[in-house]
């Protein structure tokens, strides 16, 4: 939301610039010095932060933030405790179930937490496991050998950070209960005091554990409300990468006949492909799937070759999505492109003389998905989710190799080793034209010049951290972006026309295609293979279009564009959509923009009789003020930071949504789009006038 000076919204999380303080009373402990006050710092400014008081203070450490994306953070913390039960082979059901009052609770039919004394701390395991940071059972390797999370302080985070949490534990024919509070006393927050101890309640038949959180409204905005789309994706992407564990999905906010999910795959990885693969035309029956080990370290891979041109790989360690990969995916390329140029000598597609096919070759139109079952994860980058461990790499390696080799070698698979040949031998061909063209451009100096001359409208900073580009729709709205802009470190590029649909082409016809062409010479990373993060001039690269049917495909397109080619400006947060209003009310020389109907409905009741109001069909309709004030001012526009929150789903909506399939896409419209759609409170505030004309 739009908000004072220094407030900047990216998608949901307000971003406050640092703002000067002027002016302090004395006597505060404080001097200032050049406009900044300077604190004192002694002894006394060391603070001892004690129980889970740490977690409340400073929640970002452990759960990233306070917004949406924290507040999720919570739920895959528990759940995530009770996949582990179901990956160690303890448990093989799991349900998440959210409440009316935004409450949710995770119940798993694994051994459950121990209730028994611990003989150090002298309280039940439970009150350990919730209430000590870094205390559980996956540091040692005893009771776990493969976990995710937090390894032992996902729960008390969430102990921490909610109102309160309760606890039923069912195991060895008993029923242990416990409950939690983070009451307020003495103007301090406890947080996750025990409210109830440990009691036994009686016997049961039942296995496992139940948990029940509120998160706390003082911690998390602007809401504590789980979305029922994110909770629906991640149990689903779960489902498939526990082969047979059944989740059930449970919303008591939807409709009866809505309300409750079940999720459970057999074929587990492979099932997950044919899902990726949806939208596409498989060019061989069933993906290929088999699972290995080498060193204590669990491999399993699932892979189907499309006639796309564009390859899709997931990695999971221990159920956790490795976005940036890491070298179990190193291993898997390396074994991979070994043995299918050993099996294309072997039946000679791939002569004495010729060189071996490329990695790229074999990847194009290829949908894989790899996970790994290991011990002692190190994860490296900058939000830890590439793998660090060299031993992962030996490990797929081997069982890429052995397990791969076997498959190819047998004669009743020879129609699959056939079509993944097929499909190189076309790749490599393409990739040395493209190879040719690339070095023809770079002679001609065509891609780094040519399209951008009477384009671009280059910002005069040199500093690529502070630098913005507005991507916009056509002339008439890159005019007045052009003149209301901030040239000091705004950029405008205009397209002309809509760009490729590159969902639907190969990497030499997108090079071709001249709206691409500038926007890559605008941005100075280069694309595909090709592309280099370092070399990026914008921090923000943001898509500018107008709010209706062209504008939003034009939007589609171009995201579509830097997901297949530019993946890592969309990973590393630099790309954003631009939110101009779709209404300014007015009334003599006061104006108000609206974002949305309720906006508009809001400002007409205060604006009262005579009040007007201004459609903006496009961006074009606005001069150059009225878009610097609402769309491009950091200090009042709204931008929506494009992130990869669920790759699987992503991968799917984009081949779904672009892809060459009418299908899958009808089916999909069908599903989602709402066919009786009401009047919206700008028609009828025109039916109103146009009444009383």
């Given at each position: ?11 949901n ?34 603070k ?40 160690n082979?303890f ?7 959210i409440?009316r009052?935004?409450s949710?609770?995770?119940t ?8 028994g ?60 209960e416990?409950s939690?509070?983070?009451p307020e ?37 602007p ?25 059930v ?22 099932d997950?492909?044919s899902?990726l693969?949806n ?23 699932a892979?189907q070759h ?6 899709t ?22 074994a991979?492109?070994?043995?299918m ?45 590439k793998?660090?461990?060299l031993?992962?790499k030996?490990?797929?390696e ?17 129609p ?18 493209l ?15 040519a ?12 500093d690529?951290s ?46 071709q ?50 997901y297949?080619?530019?993946?890592p ?14 209404y ?16 508009m409905t ?25 878009l ?15 992130s ?13 949504l672009?892809?060459?399939k ?5 089916e999909?419209?069908?599903r ?10 700008f ?11």
């Open positions: 939301m739009r908000g004072p000076a220094g407030v900047i919204t990216i998608g999380d307000k971003i406050v610039e640092p703002m000067r303080i002027r002016h302090r009373d004395r006597g505060s402990g404080c001097a200032e010095k050049d406009g900044m006050m300077e604190q004192e710092y002694s002894v006394s400014s060391i001892v932060m004690e129980g889970l008081d740490a977690v409340r203070m400073r929640p970002g450490m452990y759960i990233g933030s306070t917004g949406p994306q924290g507040l999720h953070h919570l739920l895959w913390e528990i759940v995530d405790n009770a996949v582990d039960e179901a990956a082979g448990a093989n059901e799991i349900s998440v179930t409440h009052d935004d949710v609770t995770v798993d039919n694994g051994r459950g937490i121990p209730v004394t611990h003989e150090k701390l002298g309280v039940s395991g439970v009150e350990v496991v919730f209430t000590q940071l870094h205390a559980g059972g996956k540091f040692g390797n005893d009771s776990y050998g493969y976990s995710g999370g937090l390894h032992g302080v996902g729960a008390s985070v969430v102990n921490a950070l909610s109102e309160w949490v309760k606890v039923e534990v069912c195991t060895q024919g008993r029923r242990y416990m939690f509070a983070s006393e003495d103007g301090h927050i406890v947080s996750g005091k025990v409210a109830e101890p440990l009691t036994e309640t009686g016997r049961t038949r039942k296995q496992g554990t139940t948990v029940t959180f509120l998160p706390d409204k003082r911690v998390f905005h809401t504590v409300s789980m979305e029922h789309k994110t909770v629906a994706k991640r149990l689903r992407e779960l489902a498939y990468l526990n082969r047979g564990v059944r989740f999905f449970t919303d008591e906010r939807k409709k009866p006949e809505e309300r409750t999910v079940e999720y459970r795959y057999d074929g587990g990885l492979s997950f492909v899902y693969n939208g596409q035309t498989p060019l061989y029956d069933a993906p290929v799937h088999f699972v290995g080990e080498s060193n204590g370290i669990v491999v399993e891979l892979f499309n006639d796309s041109y564009t390859e790989l997931f990695s999971f360690v221990n159920n956790i999505s490795t976005t940036e990969g890491g070298m179990h995916e190193t291993g898997f390329k390396s991979y492109t070994k043995v140029n050993e099996c294309a000598r072997r039946i000679g597609v791939l002569k004495d003389k010729d060189p071996n096919f490329e990695g790229a070759d074999y990847s194009e139109g290829r949908t894989a998905v790899l996970s790994l079952k290991m011990r002692n994860v190190e994860f490296e980058g900058q939000t830890k989710t793998l660090g461990n031993e992962a030996t490990a797929v081997a069982v890429v190799s052995e397990c791969l080799t076997q498959f190819m070698e047998d004669l009743k698979n020879g699959v080793a056939q079509a993944v040949l097929e499909k190189a031998v076309k790749a490599a061909k393409v990739r040395e034209q190879k040719k063209e690339k070095k023809k451009a770079r002679e001609k100096n065509k891609l780094d010049i399209p951008l001359v009477g384009k671009l409208s280059s910002c005069t900073g040199r690529a502070k630098n913005e580009l507005f991507i916009v729709e056509g002339d008439s709205a890159g005019g007045s972006a052009k003149k209301g802009r901030d040239r000091k470190f705004q950029a405008i590029l205009p397209l002309r026309g809509k760009p490729l649909n590159v969902e639907k082409q190969r990497e030499d016809k997108v090079l295609n001249e709206e691409f062409r500038t926007l890559i010479s605008a941005l100075g990373t280069g694309f595909g293979e090709d592309f280099d993060l370092s070399g990026l001039k914008y921090d923000k690269v943001v898509i500018l279009s107008d709010a209706d049917q062209d504008g939003y495909h034009i939007r589609a397109i171009l995201l579509t564009f830097f297949r080619y530019m993946k400006l969309i990973t590393e947060g630099h790309v954003y959509i631009g939110l101009p209003p779709l300014m009310v007015s009334k003599g020389e006061k104006k108000t923009y609206c974002y949305d109907d309720a906006e809001k400002a007409l009741r205060a604006y009262g009789k005579g009040a007007k109001v201004q459609r903006y069909k496009g961006l074009g309709e606005m001069d150059a003020e009225q610097w004030e609402t769309t491009m001012d950091p200090h009042n526009r709204m931008l929506q930071r494009v990869i929150e669920n790759p699987g789903e992503v991968e799917s909506r984009v081949t779904v672009m892809g060459d009418a299908q899958p896409r009808r999909y419209i069908f989602n789009a709402n066919f009786n759609k009401e009047k919206t409170a028609d009828e505030f025109a039916d109103k006038q146009e009444k009383k004309a």
